[in-house]
């Protein structure tokens, strides 16, 4: 008898990525394929949504390849993917610009505009406006390119695009569209009232649903293209993190990861909206009924182990072993690591990486400490501002490639003053979490019951012994950057 799957579609910004689960959630089969990004001016990422498609058909082609009686047994289907991008579509859905990216830098000045016009967006939304959000892109779009923003019909997030295009559905989910700047984040609700200060309705939104409700069906022709015989609901999904903590069983108060990726976050599911926009900490819901969840995110966090390893022409694993060998605690050496500005707490696009302390003692290793414990010192920034938000975190499990340091773990763990876990081997990502929400939405089990936690192969105790020292270099590192910003404003 052949066992019934699942199917999650990850839509990241460097690839898309496949995963095939069996009821327990073991993955049976995996695929990828890879993304490029355009930047046509400085501060711009943009990319063409037929290249997500093409990429997301190559890889369910190759999944149907590799495993095609688990492909044919397909039952239900989850979708995740990069949040926060803008896909513009026409009446009859074709794409009037390549899409403005989660990471494209260029509508600071309509952040601060939609400030202004829309006095109580921190209350509906919970979040500071940020370039990096769907809102202010399409302000961009009104003021630089009025011709393409009159033909805008609908507003789609990439996963959605991938819906739509999987479905013919135009159907969103909370997590994604909490990321917005559109969504009454605490109603769960499309706000009239910031739709209207960028000069849109709720008709140019698609529907929405919980993550965990039926948002489409396939294509009849997409099923006879992969050999699937029954009807396979689409779930609504998740965006990137929020899908991955279904990955990974924070879904309930408390429950947490810390990512060290490109990007890291501190994600920390809560069953309330609890906002701290002066903060800059991300409040969005979670893709679980009920739930929301608060993020602090920093912009570079393995990308400044990889800079600094690229700098001084080293392997990043064997550079941070050399670290790890000789390693005391704080040495004279701090780095911010803003390479490519700040979310949380301090929402500066215009931040920048430094060192100081540095000194003729200074080495490639001592160098690469300190941009270690920058990035520890960011992640206890975020967990600062969500403690002044109010929201407890009882339990975190580290992902990402970063994670495989267990010195940058011991260092995160010792100035959070949490203990990090670390999972047995396997994939807990976006996908698998996706994977995980199409069961949901195609068997209406409990989540509670589908989104467990994973084995515990390790716990990383914070170090009592290097826990004073860690306070008085975070004091010094928390006060450089007030200190430069404002040197910076007055020219100085």
């Not at 695009?161 to 009454?184: F, Q, V």
């Not at 976050?265 to 893709?287: E, K, M, Y």
């Not at 203990?419 to 089990?445: K, S």
Request: charged share 20%.
């Amino acid at each position: 008898m052949t066992r019934e799957t699942y199917l999650g579609i990850d839509l990241g910004t460097s690839g898309v990525k496949a995963a095939l689960i069996d009821p327990t959630g073991t993955v049976l089969a995996e695929a990828h394929q890879p993304l490029s990004v355009s930047r046509p001016h400085p501060g711009w990422s943009e990319q063409g949504p037929e290249d997500w498609w093409q990429a997301t058909l190559a890889a369910l082609d190759a999944l149907a390849a590799k495993a095609p009686g688990d492909m044919a047994a397909l039952r239900g289907l989850g979708l995740s993917g990069q949040m926060h991008g803008a896909v513009l579509l026409d009446a009859a859905d074709a794409v009037l610009r390549p899409a403005i990216l989660w990471n494209d830098m260029r509508s600071a000045e309509e952040c601060a505009a939609l400030e202004t016009d829309a006095p109580d967006l921190h209350a509906i939304t919970g979040n500071l406006a940020m370039p990096g959000f769907t809102a202010p892109k399409l302000i961009w779009v009104a003021r630089h390119e009025p011709a393409i923003f009159e033909k805008v019909a609908k507003v789609l997030l990439p996963k959605d695009y991938l819906r739509l295009r999987l479905t013919g559905e135009h159907i969103s989910e909370m997590s994604d569209a909490a990321g917005t700047l559109w969504l009454d984040v605490g109603r769960r609700d499309w706000s009239d009232t910031i739709l209207a200060a960028t000069g849109l309705a709720r008709n140019h939104m698609p529907a929405l649903v919980e993550g965990t409700a039926v948002a489409g069906a396939l294509r009849t022709e997409l099923r006879a293209r992969w050999g699937i015989s029954s009807p396979v609901p689409v779930a609504g999904g998740g965006g990137d993190n929020a899908a991955s903590a279904c990955g990974i069983g924070a879904i309930t108060p408390g429950k947490g990861f810390v990512s060290l990726g490109t990007s890291g976050v501190l994600f920390v599911a809560d069953d309330r909206f609890s906002p701290n926009t002066a903060g800059a900490v991300h409040s969005f819901c979670h893709a679980l009924p009920g739930m929301w969840h608060q993020m602090g995110v920093i912009l570079s966090a393995s990308d400044s182990l990889n800079w600094i390893a690229n700098l001084v022409g080293r392997d990043v694993v064997e550079l941070t072993g050399s670290v790890a060998r000789g390693y005391r605690g704080p040495g004279e050496e701090i780095f911010l690591p803003y390479l490519s500005g700040e979310r949380t707490p301090h929402n500066d696009a215009t931040a920048r990486g430094s060192f100081t302390g540095l000194s003729h003692l200074s080495t490639a290793e001592s160098m690469t400490q300190a941009v270690m414990e920058g990035v520890a010192f960011a992640f206890r920034d975020c967990q600062r501002v969500l403690a002044e938000a109010g929201t407890r975190v009882d339990q975190l499990i580290a992902v990402g490639g970063g994670s495989r340091s267990r010195l940058w773990l011991e260092m995160i763990a010792t100035n959070l003053d949490t203990e990090i876990q670390l999972p047995e081997a396997g994939d807990y990502g976006a996908a698998f979490g996706a994977a995980r929400l199409g069961l949901c939405a195609a068997t209406n089990a409990a989540p509670s019951e589908i989104c467990t936690a994973p084995a515990i192969a390790e716990r990383i105790a914070p170090r009592a012994d290097l826990r004073v020292a860690f306070d008085a270099q975070y004091a010094r590192y928390r006060a450089l950057h007030p200190a430069i910003r404002d040197a910076r404003k007055s020219g100085g």
